[in-house]
């Protein structure tokens, strides 16, 4: 990926964020995904009032690409205030689809504030069936 790239993801990851259903937590998160053939696919958390029903960002974008037939992915920027790194669910269902995917993580209200890892840093020695 170019920095332009990811420059690219990381805004659609800031306006995926919009869409965020979190009345419970407030905690705002957006999710933009690149598949290796250049096709995003952006995703955001969705509350439930039964809390353990809440769907991550991250795992949003990832079913709505696997569903449409994606399966090859690049990079998944994420988006959130203040600036936070994927949960151990999220981690897990990234490393499912490829050791290399690109996570690049920035604060929505200041996009300087930006850092990326392999997924495989995130997750080591990640299970495998
Ligand atoms: N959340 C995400 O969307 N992604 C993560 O990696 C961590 C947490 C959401 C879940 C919940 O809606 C809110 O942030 C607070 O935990």
Known sequence: M?????????????????????????????????TSDGIPFTGCNVENTSYGLCICAERTAICKAVSEGHRAFEAIAIAATPFATPCGACRQFIVEFGQQIEVICVDADD????????????IPENFKF
């Open 2 to 34: 170019t920095e332009i790239d990811r420059i690219n993801l990381v805004h659609l990851a800031i306006a995926a964020r919009k869409s965020a259903y979190a009345p419970y937590s407030r905690f705002l998160v957006g999710a933009a995904l690149m």
């Open 111 to 122: 996009p300087s504030n930006m850092k990326s890892w392999k997924i495989d840093e995130l």
